[in-house]
């Protein structure tokens, strides 16, 4: 048996779109990521292939699908400049 997480990019769905400031971590995200945001139907086609024979050896890992955002890191200082912005815009 194998068992994986993925951490997929900032997505636009309902319940995120709902959240104050993440049009702004999402044009951020974009932004940063050096691939941008993956969407959702890439993510779904890659959690496709983690049934696949190729990847019978990938057990335990969070896999990140998210364009390179998690390589850039974020800290305090830009969710607080995000969070700032985001609440200027509304």
Do not use: W
């Not at 997505?11 to 044009?27: L, Q, R, V």
């Not at 941008?36 to 086609?45: I, K, L, T, V």
């Amino acid at each position: 048996m194998r068992v994986n997480t993925v951490s997929q990019s900032p997505t636009k769905t309902t319940a995120g779109t709902g959240i104050t400031g993440f049009d702004a971590f999402y044009n951020f995200a974009d932004m940063m990521s050096p691939l941008g945001n993956a969407p959702a139907e890439a993510c779904a086609d890659y959690c496709i292939s983690l049934f696949s024979d190729l990847t019978r050896y990938v057990t335990m890992q969070n896999l990140m699908h998210d364009g390179g955002f998690s390589t850039t890191g974020i800290s305090a200082e830009i969710v607080d400049v995000m969070t700032k912005a985001a609440g200027a815009q509304e």
